[in-house]
């Protein structure tokens, strides 16, 4: 029964990603079309330091909601379980009120001297309300966790994401024409309408299902402090999150400044940075939603036989993930240096970020190796592995983007985010094949799809150019028949089996 459960939350996670992920691009594409890679570039420089503040404001009490409640669920009452989740929105609600009230006041002096963009003001007001609804929110998530129940969060993000899009939609149009600072507060005023509407959705919810507590016939309350047993789960976490999200905020806003610093404009600095960040890797990172989805149904039997020790499932396990996401992550890498340009032009009519999603497809397999392993290695217990990985991984880009940008701009960011990709890759991968204890076959896993992949697209390409074929026609039908072919060589080498393709569907 536990296992059924495991596998329908599993599925309702999955297709809610899936969803969330196509809304998302469909989203930014037409946000991209509007505001421009200019305004996509202060939107993600506000929004990152947003983030940083959010973890402050809602840090690791989701966490703690979830194991202090799954606790009263078994030994407690509908009454404790009430006392814990009053004492969190106490606490979320009052860390949110401070940090709200610090970004309003000072709003003028964190855009002109932090993030470097006076635009940036107005945007930070239209988006601090939204902490309030973000730290609820948190709360009632943890709930539904500790209750095993991942419909009413996961609806509540696809009913988050519609609202957020129809505000935006709205208000764009009525303030966009004003220029890039009301265009981009109109966003994440947008941003904060839908947290809004998503926490009363939540909370409706939730007092819905705490009338089904009324069972519970355990102890009458909890028998601890609940703000410092909160205070207690939450502080570590927060502070690991807190270090994580300091750093990339503090790359994000250190990449237009260097830019500058090496010879072009503040405008054009911006647009690099929104046609990197939030145009060329959201359609980098699409395909794997597929890849998502088969690995959010692997990684519960992964942590199930890491609680029971069973190393030779974790292995014949791991070793899957990997190879799936290897095969699947060689092939797109492929697709998209090959078709980088012309899917540019089709998505944001837009041949500059084209060239962006060509000139990181290289980079494709080990984003989603890494990706993955950082899911798998937190499903073994061994997040702090992956935190003291990503902690290094931060501080090093800092330091390249201090001194490498001022000389090399745009050429020396790119070369960044090969070298950061290639490392934390290696990090991750390595820790994992040793708690894992796999051998990962180069050959079959690596060098002989690697062939393939690039064979197969090249062959297609040439065959395809020389029809004279719209760029959407030509796009879609090297994908089509590259995948196909691609995927009929790896069943002939015997790299995947039927045996393999049967296993991994049931």
Not at 40 to 51: K, M, R
Not at 461 to 471: H, I, K, W, Y
Request: charged content about 15%.
């Amino acid at each position: 029964m536990k296992k059924v459960v495991f596998i329908k939350n599993a599925l309702v996670l999955t297709i809610t990603s899936l969803i969330l992920r196509l809304l998302g691009v469909f989203f930014k594409i037409w946000l991209a079309k509007r505001i421009g890679s200019e305004g996509i570039g202060l939107y993600q420089l506000v929004f990152s330091f947003y983030v940083l503040v959010a973890t402050f404001a809602t840090g690791g009490i989701s966490t703690a909601v979830t194991r202090l409640v799954a606790d009263e669920l078994i030994l407690g009452s509908r009454r404790g379980v009430k006392k814990i989740m009053r004492r969190s929105f106490s606490l979320t609600i009052f860390i949110a009120a401070a940090s709200c009230l610090a970004i309003f006041v000072f709003a003028s002096p964190i855009a002109r001297f932090l993030i470097g963009n006076t635009d940036a003001a107005a945007s930070l007001r239209a988006l601090s309300f939204s902490l309030f609804f973000m730290g609820v929110s948190s709360c009632i998530k943890g709930y539904f966790i500790a209750r095993r129940k991942t419909l009413p969060p996961s609806s509540a993000q696809i009913f988050e994401q519609i609202i957020r899009i129809v505000s935006v939609f709205f208000l764009v149009g009525r303030f966009g024409q004003h220029g890039i600072a009301y265009s981009c507060a109109a966003v994440l005023l947008g941003d904060t309408i839908a947290e809004a509407a998503s926490c009363i959705y939540l909370y409706l919810f939730y007092r819905s299902d705490t009338n089904n507590l009324a069972t519970l016939n355990g102890r009458a309350a909890p028998p601890f402090s609940v703000f410092k047993k909160i205070l207690h789960i939450a502080g570590p976490i927060t502070s690991g999150r807190y270090i994580n999200s300091g750093l990339r905020t503090l790359e994000n806003i250190l990449v237009p400044k260097k830019l500058v610093e090496f010879g072009i404009t503040n405008a054009s600095a911006l647009s690099f940075f929104g046609m990197i960040k939030g145009m060329a890797l959201p359609i980098l990172f699409f395909p794997s939603t597929l890849l998502g989805a088969i690995t959010t149904l692997l990684i519960p039997e992964i942590s199930e036989a890491a609680a029971t020790s069973n190393r030779k499932i974790i292995s014949r396990l791991v070793s899957q993930v990997i190879k799936i996401t290897l095969l699947i992550g060689l092939v797109f890498g492929a697709l998209f240096f090959i078709c980088g340009e012309p899917l540019g032009r089709i998505i944001y009519n837009d041949a500059s970020v084209g060239r962006l999603i060509k000139y990181l497809a290289p980079l494709v397999p080990l984003m989603y190796l890494d990706s993955i392993s950082d899911g798998i290695l937190k499903g073994l217990d061994l997040q702090m592995a992956t935190f003291r990985h990503s902690v290094i991984d931060s501080s090093a880009r800092i330091v390249l983007i201090f001194f490498l940008l001022p000389i090399y701009g745009e050429a020396g960011f790119i070369a960044i985010m090969y070298l950061s990709n290639l490392f934390t890759c290696l990090l991750n991968l390595i820790r994992l094949i040793r708690e894992a204890k796999i051998k990962l076959d180069l050959l079959n896993a690596v060098l002989l799809p690697s062939f393939y992949a690039v064979g197969i697209t090249l062959f297609f390409s040439s065959v395809f150019s020389r029809l004279f074929l719209s760029d959407l026609m030509y796009v879609g039908l090297v994908a089509v028949f590259s995948l196909i072919l691609y995927f009929v060589f790896l069943l002939m080498s015997k790299i995947v089996t039927k045996e393999e393709i049967q296993g991994l569907v049931r």
